[in-house]
């Protein structure tokens, strides 16, 4: 799924790595019992508009009538056919957080802390009457620093693990560095110090960088946006210290590597010792820094972009003291503005939302509570999902799909004509020993080392974020948990972790329009069958395939499969550099290979999958579709989606995946695409059988 943008309340951005799905929806009354829509077969007649030839444009023969008659709710940047999963989701979290209240459990239980969160949040008038107290100890300690060691010092105690480079792939974080803690590139038992570049709030360099009209509207719109924010902090001389802090956040993102670059992994296999900072990247005091973070007895760290680090380390030397000020205090007030008087939090929405997303009105705050409770106390709360809303039958289901579709999967490795035995025997014990997770973890997250306190949202929030940088500190050189699960079992989504070989497919996505147990064979391996092959995929796209069945670094690659594998990546790169989302914007092909890997291998795999589950059997028509048929449309029903024009751009931008208009597309590269639809050379979609990209 897509990423969710600046979440407010992490002070990174959730992200997903199957695909997306849009954040949130119109106002409901929480109170309200939770009840499930009827659902009906996954296959949705009434989404298709059957005056296009499916080979013409398969995306809007599958889902043209669905983008006709739908409009995105005024709080959402964007919708899709899983919004009444969402909104379902929401009312029975909010459920189980009313439940918890009621229990009226003692301090430190877990059923309190869960609803002590959410009651700091919902308490706007205490939020109001406690205006700036809570954030002005802290931009008074900015106010204080008097030379660079005591800059230092602040940089290294902003660092947060608020970064995650293959797992949730989040390469954004505001503060100068982000770290992210996960086993080794080159110890794998263990767990091991990321440090990434940071220190920008927009979403990425090439809103900094890049010359476009609608970007420099952007940029001038942030700038007055930073002067709004610190004028409400009482700050005199505001457009001043704006332009500062944009001119700084400018030669940030001018040292920043993009996001295409971030994906390659032998670029990111950079250990640095303690010592080495000082030597590869002068400038900052980094004894000092790393005092600041807590990290001095770390003695080293895989730095993934080292150019930025020299960069950004030699910006805190020759950038004057006063601009790192303002940019230390506007940053603060940013990264806090939900816990702050109204008047914060409109201006963090009317810019972050309304300007960089397109979306005109804000969520409800008891949804955005939700959030809160979910990103914080999100196994907590999850726990209970769980055991409430995932019968053992689906999990039982879905993991006879996983094994079909692994099964489907090993049939084609081995079938592969180009691949050399040797590879074909490595490729092999990864799936042998891949961990599927289906549903929820094998254990919870402990946050007992996480105080809340009912009337202290600031508090709540700036400690959340510490506990969270405490634990991952503490299991620095720990031995790893590969079954560790990295989303909460509420979450609609799935995710592949490649340090772990390991994948979760948590139960929220497990549900319709995804996976419905009454919808066909067809209907179910086309949607969440699609999205458990894209998982599985990932252990074979052009990152996943850098690391081997135990999740370390090495290449297993005979070097005639490794060339055969690049070139026909190169080829479907190449495709999806074609396709213009803006007269302006194209895809980016590079960027988003990993995922558009994954999605053909899912696919393909999937397809296979189905028609093993028939088992001989011939496949039953419905409505006057076959089950290919069935199959196909299920999978771009799956990608309808509507997305505002400044979303999209920016996910077009920001985001490793492809947008889901395109996505549907991949089944241009599958044979049996063209026979299912009789679709014929002179239709826009074709691809003769040699231009057709095949991978697994
Ligand atoms: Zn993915």
Same mark, same amino acid.
């Given at each position: 799924?897509?990423?969710?943008?600046?979440?407010?309340?992490?002070?990174?951005?959730?992200?997903?790595?199957?695909?997306?799905?849009?954040?949130?929806?119109?106002?409901?009354?929480?109170?309200?019992?939770?009840?499930?829509?009827?659902?009906?077969?996954?296959?949705?007649?009434?989404?298709?508009?059957?005056?296009?030839?499916?080979?013409?444009?398969?995306?809007?023969?599958?889902?043209?009538?669905?983008?006709?008659?739908?409009?995105?709710?005024?709080?959402?940047?964007?919708?899709?056919?899983?919004?009444?999963?969402?909104?379902? @989701?929401?009312?029975? =979290?909010?459920?189980?957080?009313?439940?918890?209240?009621?229990?009226?459990?003692?301090?430190?239980?877990?059923?309190?802390?869960?609803?002590?969160?959410?009651?700091?949040?919902?308490?706007?008038?205490?939020?109001?009457?406690?205006?700036?107290?809570?954030?002005?100890?802290?931009?008074?300690?900015?106010?204080?620093?008097?030379?660079?060691?005591?800059?230092?010092?602040?940089?290294?105690?902003?660092?947060?693990?608020?970064?995650?480079?293959?797992?949730?792939?989040?390469?954004?974080?505001?503060?100068?560095?982000?770290?992210?803690?996960?086993?080794?590139?080159?110890?794998?038992?263990?767990?091991?110090?990321?440090?990434?570049?940071?220190?920008?709030?927009?979403?990425?360099?090439?809103?900094?960088?890049?010359?476009?009209?609608?970007?420099?509207?952007?940029?001038?719109?942030?700038?007055?946006?930073?002067?709004?924010?610190?004028?409400?902090?009482?700050?005199?001389?505001?457009?001043?210290?704006?332009?500062?802090?944009?001119?700084?956040?400018?030669?940030?993102?001018?040292?920043?590597?993009?996001?295409?670059?971030?994906?390659?992994?032998?670029?990111?296999?950079?250990?640095?010792?303690?010592?080495?900072?000082?030597?590869?990247?002068?400038?900052?005091?980094?004894?000092?820094?790393?005092?600041?973070?807590?990290?001095?007895?770390?003695?080293?760290?895989?730095?993934?972009?080292?150019? !930025?680090?020299?960069?950004?380390?030699?910006?805190?030397?020759?950038?004057?003291?006063?601009?790192?000020?303002?940019?230390?205090? %506007?940053?603060?007030?940013?990264?806090?503005?939900?816990?702050?008087?109204?008047?914060?939090?409109?201006?963090?929405?009317?810019?972050?939302?309304?300007?960089?997303?397109?979306?005109?009105?804000?969520?409800?705050?008891?949804?955005?509570?939700?959030?809160?409770?979910? !990103?914080?106390?999100?196994?907590?709360?999850?726990?209970?999902?769980?055991?409430?809303?995932?019968?053992?039958?689906?999990?039982?289901?879905?993991?006879?799909?996983?094994?079909?579709?692994?099964?489907?999967?090993?049939?084609?490795?081995?079938?592969?004509?180009?691949?050399?035995?040797?590879?074909?025997?490595?490729?092999?014990?990864?799936?042998?020993?891949?961990?599927?997770?289906?549903?929820?973890?094998?254990?919870?997250?402990?946050?007992?080392? %996480?105080?809340?306190?009912?009337?202290?949202?600031?508090?709540?929030?700036?400690?959340?974020?510490?506990?969270?940088?405490?634990?991952? =500190?503490?299991?620095?050189? @720990?031995?790893?948990?590969?079954?560790?699960?990295?989303?909460?079992?509420?979450?609609?989504?799935?995710?592949?972790?490649?340090?772990?070989?390991?994948?979760?497919?948590?139960?929220?996505?497990?549900?319709?329009?995804?996976?419905?147990?009454?919808?066909?064979?067809?209907?179910? %391996?086309?949607?969440?069958?699609?999205?458990?092959?894209?998982?599985?995929?990932?252990?074979?796209?052009?990152?996943?395939?850098?690391?081997?069945?135990?999740?370390?670094?090495?290449?297993?690659? @005979?070097?005639?499969?490794?060339?055969?594998?690049?070139?026909?990546?190169?080829?479907?790169?190449?495709?999806?550099?074609?396709?213009?989302?803006?007269?302006?914007?194209?895809?980016?092909?590079?960027?988003?290979?990993?995922?558009?890997?994954?999605?053909?291998?899912?696919?393909?795999?999937? %397809?296979?999958?189905?028609?093993?589950?028939?088992?001989?059997?011939?496949?039953?028509?419905?409505?006057?579709?076959?089950?290919?048929?069935?199959?196909?449309?299920?999978?771009?029903?799956?990608?309808?989606?509507?997305?505002?024009?400044?979303?999209?751009?920016?996910?077009?931008?920001?985001?490793?995946?492809?947008?889901?208009?395109?996505?549907?597309?991949?089944?241009?590269?599958?044979?049996?695409?063209?026979?299912?639809?009789?679709?014929?050379?002179?239709?826009?979609?074709?691809?003769?059988?040699?231009?057709? =990209?095949?991978?697994?």
């Amino acid at each position: 799924m897509r990423k969710t943008r600046n979440h407010p309340f992490l002070a990174h951005a959730l992200a997903c790595v199957v695909m997306l799905f849009p954040l949130s929806t119109a106002a409901q009354d929480p109170t309200r019992p939770a009840s499930l829509q009827p659902q009906g077969p996954a296959v949705n007649l009434s989404y298709m508009d059957r005056t296009v030839r499916a080979g013409d444009d398969f995306y809007q023969y599958a889902d043209g009538d669905w983008i006709r008659r739908t409009e995105i709710p005024a709080d959402r940047e964007a919708t899709s056919p899983a919004l009444p999963l969402a909104d379902e @989701t929401d009312k029975r =979290v909010a459920g189980l957080i009313a439940e918890a209240a009621k229990r009226g459990a003692p301090a430190g239980d877990k059923s309190r802390k869960i609803a002590d969160l959410y009651h700091s949040f919902m308490d706007e008038a205490s939020i109001e009457a406690k205006g700036l107290k809570p954030l002005q100890p802290h931009l008074d300690a900015v106010a204080a620093i008097h030379n660079e060691r005591e800059l230092a010092r602040a940089l290294g105690e902003t660092l947060r693990a608020d970064v995650d480079a293959l797992n949730n792939t989040n390469f954004h974080t505001p503060n100068l560095f982000g770290l992210w803690v996960a086993p080794g590139f080159n110890e794998v038992e263990h767990y091991t110090a990321y440090l990434m570049q940071g220190g920008l709030q927009l979403p990425d360099r090439e809103y900094y960088l890049s010359d476009s009209v609608a970007m420099r509207d952007i940029r001038s719109k942030y700038q007055a946006h930073i002067a709004m924010m610190m004028k409400f902090a009482g700050f005199n001389d505001t457009e001043t210290r704006a332009a500062r802090v944009v001119a700084l956040e400018h030669a940030i993102a001018e040292k920043h590597i993009s996001l295409a670059e971030n994906d390659d992994i032998q670029k990111a296999n950079n250990t640095w010792t303690q010592d080495d900072f000082a030597v590869k990247a002068p400038g900052l005091d980094w004894a000092e820094y790393f005092r600041g973070a807590g990290l001095t007895k770390q003695k080293s760290f895989i730095v993934w972009q080292p150019t !930025a680090f020299t960069g950004e380390s030699g910006l805190v030397a020759s950038t004057s003291l006063e601009t790192w000020k303002d940019w230390l205090a %506007y940053h603060l007030i940013e990264s806090h503005a939900i816990a702050l008087p109204k008047a914060f939090s409109d201006e963090h929405f009317a810019f972050f939302g309304k300007i960089l997303s397109g979306t005109p009105e804000e969520r409800a705050r008891w949804k955005r509570g939700v959030d809160l409770v979910s !990103a914080f106390l999100g196994d907590d709360v999850g726990q209970l999902y769980a055991k409430r809303y995932f019968p053992p039958e689906s999990k039982a289901e879905v993991e006879a799909m996983v094994t079909n579709i692994k099964a489907a999967f090993r049939r084609r490795i081995d079938g592969l004509s180009w691949m050399n035995p040797a590879t074909k025997a490595e490729a092999q014990a990864k799936l042998d020993t891949l961990y599927v997770g289906v549903g929820y973890g094998e254990s919870w997250h402990d946050y007992s080392n %996480y105080e809340v306190n009912a009337d202290d949202l600031f508090g709540n929030l700036w400690r959340a974020r510490l506990s969270e940088y405490h634990r991952q =500190v503490a299991r620095l050189g @720990t031995s790893i948990d590969r079954k560790e699960w990295s989303m909460t079992p509420q979450t609609i989504n799935a995710v592949n972790l490649p340090l772990q070989n390991a994948l979760n497919f948590p139960a929220g996505i497990l549900q319709p329009p995804f996976f419905d147990p009454q919808a066909p064979a067809a209907a179910n %391996y086309g949607s969440i069958g699609a999205v458990i092959g894209h998982e599985i995929s990932h252990t074979f796209d052009n990152l996943g395939s850098s690391f081997d069945s135990k999740g370390r670094v090495r290449n297993w690659w @005979t070097p005639e499969d490794l060339a055969h594998f690049e070139a026909a990546t190169a080829r479907l790169a190449a495709q999806y550099d074609k396709y213009k989302p803006f007269p302006d914007l194209a895809l980016n092909g590079k960027q988003t290979l990993g995922e558009n890997i994954a999605d053909l291998g899912g696919l393909a795999a999937a %397809y296979d999958a189905y028609h093993a589950s028939l088992a001989g059997q011939a496949a039953s028509a419905r409505e006057g579709l076959s089950g290919d048929q069935q199959f196909f449309l299920a999978f771009a029903q799956n990608w309808a989606e509507k997305d505002r024009d400044a979303a999209l751009r920016e996910q077009v931008l920001t985001d490793g995946h492809s947008p889901g208009r395109y996505r549907a597309l991949e089944v241009r590269n599958v044979d049996a695409w063209y026979a299912s639809f009789e679709v014929q050379a002179g239709e826009k979609l074709y691809l003769a059988p040699t231009d057709r =990209v095949r991978i697994w």
